[in-house]
């Protein structure tokens, strides 16, 4: 016997606020073969984090790649988490994040109409809702680029109560640009509750100024404060994808991990990667990695630098809701003023940098663009460095 309509929208409804396969599969299974054994979650909300009742947005800091899900293990209501839209060009992950997580898709990087339509959906359908406004994970502990004004007129639109997360200790667990994990405590720590009478009777400068400090989130400062230990033998091993020049001979990507240590390849400079993601003698003349990662973005910007070629593992052009592999034996180059693709076929394409339009780093570092109204997507072998590429395009972009 088929449903009727009536009661087939009720049961979609009930699936979206609690979905069966996300409450009774996906939550016990994760908490058990992999939470558990290694992070530790603990709740400083006052128990109001399980009480959370629809519709409402969660917003926080991004520093993990399992941001989202360490606070949907910690919460009881089902949260609707906004996802990179590269997520969804894949049909098994789009039929788990999509159709059994109910997640939400976003083109990273760029205004999306569809997505602000469908997250008000969802608000009017009782929901709760999660997003990250950084939109990509931090690199090195601190925050990236937020359009905290952009996100104060995002809240007025919904007009519903705003709970602003901090994740401290996330960023320690697994580095974006770290090849080991690390095991310990993570702090789900709820900050603030916007209500919708204070978005209602703020000025947008007063609600800008609220976004602007309550997402605010610097890594040296909270380990400086709390001095709470991530221990790892191999605690530098890929700290090459994060740094691409060296402060002390300004040579480019000749820096990598061995064990705990930091090396140039070219001076012969190292320093100890300490159990609080600092360096211990700051013998590149910088204790945290957020000084050095602010000195290369800097240098990128006002030095024409000159680097090797990376090779690639992929190439692709997107095409509707999926991806077109253009080549998938390349080497990629990054110049002063374009990015070259040159493929094994001979063929070459040149992306000129100041007319790419939008960029994005996202899984394994993945890097997607939007030039001519065209999306790409390439990804360089593992241990290569993509920031290069994005922090090139932003000195051109500011």
Known sequence: MFLNCDLY?????????????????????????????????????????????????????????LDSIFTTLA????????????????????????????????????????????ISSALKEGSIVGLYPEGTRTW????????????????????????????????????????????????????????TEEIENSSLAELTDIVKENLYFNHSQWQEKTMRPYPCKKGAHGIQRLFYICPK????QTIYGKKNKVICSNCHTEDILTEYLSLKNESFGYSSLAQWNQFQKDYIKENQITFNPDKGDFFRKGVKDSFEMISKDYNCTLSTNSIEFKLSNGKIFIFEIDKIESMVLSVKQSIEFYYENQLYSFRLQGDLNSLKYFQKWEAYKC
């Open 9 to 65: 929208s009720i049961l979609l409804l009930m699936s979206k606020k609690k979905p069966i396969f996300v409450s009774y599969i996906a939550k016990p299974l994760y908490k058990i073969f992999y939470a558990n054994p290694r992070v530790r979650i603990i709740k400083k909300d006052d128990g109001l984090l399980d009480k959370i009742e629809g519709p409402a947005l969660i917003v926080g800091n991004h520093t993990h790649s």
């Open 75 to 118: 919460m009881k209501p089902h949260v609707r988490w906004v996802a990179g839209a590269y997520l969804f060009k894949n049909k098994f992950l789009k039929f788990c994040i999509g159709d059994l997580a109910t997640c939400i898709p976003k083109q990273q990087g760029r205004s999306d109409l569809s997505t602000i339509k469908a």
């Open 140 to 195: 090195d502990g601190n925050n990236m680029e937020i359009n905290h004004k952009a996100t104060a007129k995002m809240f007025r639109i919904f007009k519903v109560p705003v709970y602003f997360l901090s994740y401290e200790g996330a960023y320690d667990l697994h580095p974006r640009w770290a090849d080991e994990k690390r095991r310990g405590i993570l702090i789900i720590r709820l900050k603030k509750v916007l209500t």
């Open 249 to 252: 001979c300004h040579h480019a």
